[in-house]
């Protein structure tokens, strides 16, 4: 039997050629590539935007601590600059404590208060070392109305229930404006609080004293002391203001938060267990610098005649000096809390160049101070 053997149909194969397949592979490389350059952008722009609100935020909540605080520096109730002032603190923790209303340091060329001098940043920005300043002014916050002064059992008796416990710094304010006082609170509580005694080198609250005055061996001063008031126990007239004083130092150090970010911190008086002394508080970090400036009315005519430094004014040492300070000018520098430039090369702030890859805003503002200004503004 003959077989016939049947021939399959050809069957034509067709595919990619070497070039085909090269074109290909380029083509999807350079998509990848738009790809990776798109989601890179992407994250590139959100973090850059995260950053910046991290920035603004900080600089928000950094100006109104010390908008705040400066604008208000040196109040006492309705006591001016010419109200007689009586200062019976015995410990004031080596003039942290002081009844003028602020004090500046320059960084560049003085050193600061010896209470956070060590803590400061070393970092020197492009206008040099950060400065400090201290603001001290009572608390209307807590602020409250004299009832009675009985000046024979050192006692202020108060329309409403405090909480100003032993060793609460204290500043009062005659109710016609024309005496203030700083004393420690040394016994009592809630409604009725004491003057005198621990914490106080005098029990006389009206008066143009001062302990260093009393303190001082030289027979002169120890006669002033009698002559303006030191010897005397007058009482404060109802309607008279007794408030919480407050001092605080604002400085830029490392922060204890966030380890290698610099911090706006501040060093505030606090009583410890009837201990007055001071704590450091980290406020807001990414602050690198602070610069100030202070409108100086040299001649006293109620206008600023200039910006100086602090050391300007510490050279004259007078510290009534620092009352003629009308207005502050603050220079703070913050810094993004991560890298962003995708390189150091070339990147500048404020016209210097820098050796590191942070974003950087200068923000400036100007304060008035009010209560130098007699409460005008």
Known sequence: MKKHLIKAPRIKLSGFSLIELMISLL???????????????????????????????????????????????????????????ANTIENDLEG?????????FDGETENHHEYY????????????????IIV???????EFELKEHRPASNALDLWDVSDF??????????????????????????????????????????????????????????????ATGGGLKKPYAPGSRVMRLLASAYYIGDSTA??????????????????LTTRSEELAIGVEDLQILYGYDSNADGEVEGYVTAKVINDKADPEEWNKILAVKLDLTFRSEAE???????????????????????????????NNRGGLL
């Open 136 to 142: 001290r002014r009572g608390s209307f916050e807590d």
């Open 340 to 370: 962003l430039a995708f390189n150091n090369s070339g990147v500048e702030f404020q016209g210097v160049a820098v050796a590191d890859k942070f974003m950087r805003q200068l923000v400036s503002t100007t304060i008035n101070v009010r």
């Open 165 to 226: 416990a032993v060793g609460t710094p204290i500043v009062m304010s005659n109710r016609d404006c024309s005496a203030a006082s700083y004393f420690i609170v040394s016994g009592g509580g809630n409604d009725s609080i004491t003057h005198g005694g621990k914490g106080n080198c005098s029990d006389t609250l009206l008066g143009n004293i001062s302990c260093k005055q009393k303190q001082n061996d030289d027979p002169d001063a120890a006669a002033e002391y009698t």
């Open 258 to 275: 966030v380890p290698g970010v610099p911090a706006l911190k501040r060093e505030t008086i606090v009583n410890d267990g009837g201990v």
């Open 96 to 104: 942290f404590i002081s009844p003028i209303g602020l004090q500046g």
């Open 27 to 85: 083509v999807a490389s350079i998509i990848m590539i738009g790809v990776v350059e798109i989601l890179s952008k992407s994250r590139y722009a959100f973090k850059n935007n995260e950053e910046i609100s991290f920035i603004q935020e900080n600089a928000r909540f950094s100006f109104d601590f010390l908008s705040r605080d400066i604008r208000m520096a040196g109040y006492k109730g309705c006591a001016s600059l010419t109200t007689t002032i």
């Open 117 to 132: 001098d060590g803590q400061v940043s070393t970092h020197k920005g492009v206008d040099g070392a950060p400065d400090s």
